[in-house]
């Protein structure tokens, strides 16, 4: 009897009690709490590091501008047409289009092996289904003009998210439809600007800024997207896009337009935008970068796009 009240002793003592099922719901429901705290404040930080990339690489691009800038004592064109017409956009769109802005930085972007890729005296290729020129050299991506935070640029997408502003107001120069081109910016088809046109101040004039809008090639994988490497779309009779160029036009992302669906060519002329929650960059022509709220106003947004207005230009 003695020997049998033992072992029981000892079986109670190390006896182990599991979970009961309240128990274990109480668990998950702490666990799935946790988690549902700490989850945006991950996706805070990663978009808060992609945002950072983001800055650094538009100020690596007006950095390049400037160096351009001066060794050749102007700004590089937005782009280049051997044509004069109509804003130097109406032409024939597989031989009159040269070099973009975004190849002429090259060399001072450590890109000289790609820009030795391309001959400067050919056409460049406006979009993916033309033919000659430099096509067989265009068309490949380049991380240096993609926004981490774009999906839409991620892996390989030959796409740009970085323009060069071309002007603002609602007063162009030249419209085909809802397509249209400014020459009271910097970078503007055949510019020549220098930096004593720049009257209203280098920290007060967008020289380059964010886009989400560009021709993309999930919309047309093989005739209609655009690449940063392409030259300006000219054209016979109509259909002209400043490609790689926008203008401070309407509000900042303020089309929800995304162009990986279907191609609106208008919206990239006149809206810059971004996939940053609330704004996007901007860099400025003495290469400093800002970030812009969505709300800014409108007229002074405007204002910022112009290089000579003669305006105060007040930013909240």
Known sequence: MGHSFIAQLQRRRFSTTGFTLVELLVVIAIIGTL???LLPAVQSARESARRSSCSNKIRQLATALLTYESAQTQFPPGGTTTVTNHCGLDGNTNNDARAPWTVLILPAMEGQAQYDLYDLNIAFAPMKGQTGGNRSRQFQPNADFKCPSDPNSAGDKHTSNYFGCQGGGTS??????????YSNGILHPNSKTKMKDITDGTTNVFLVGESKYGLHQDA?????SQSWDSG?????????????????????????HDPSQ????GILTRVFGSTHPGGGHFAMADASVTFL????????????????????????
Request: aromatic residues 8%.
């Open 220 to 224: 047309s994988p093989t005739n209609n």
């Open 293 to 316: 709220n969505d709300s800014i106003d409108l007229a002074v947004y405007r204002l910022l796009g112009q290089r000579a207005s003669g305006a105060v230009k007040t930013r909240d």
């Open 232 to 256: 300006l779309r000219v054209y016979a009779a109509c259909c002209q896009i400043p490609l790689g160029l926008c203008a401070a036009r309407d509000g900042l992302n303020s089309s929800k």
């Open 35 to 37: 988690i549902g705290l």
């Open 262 to 265: 279907s191609h609106q060519y």
């Open 172 to 181: 162009h120069a030249c419209a085909y439809g809802d397509r249209y081109v």
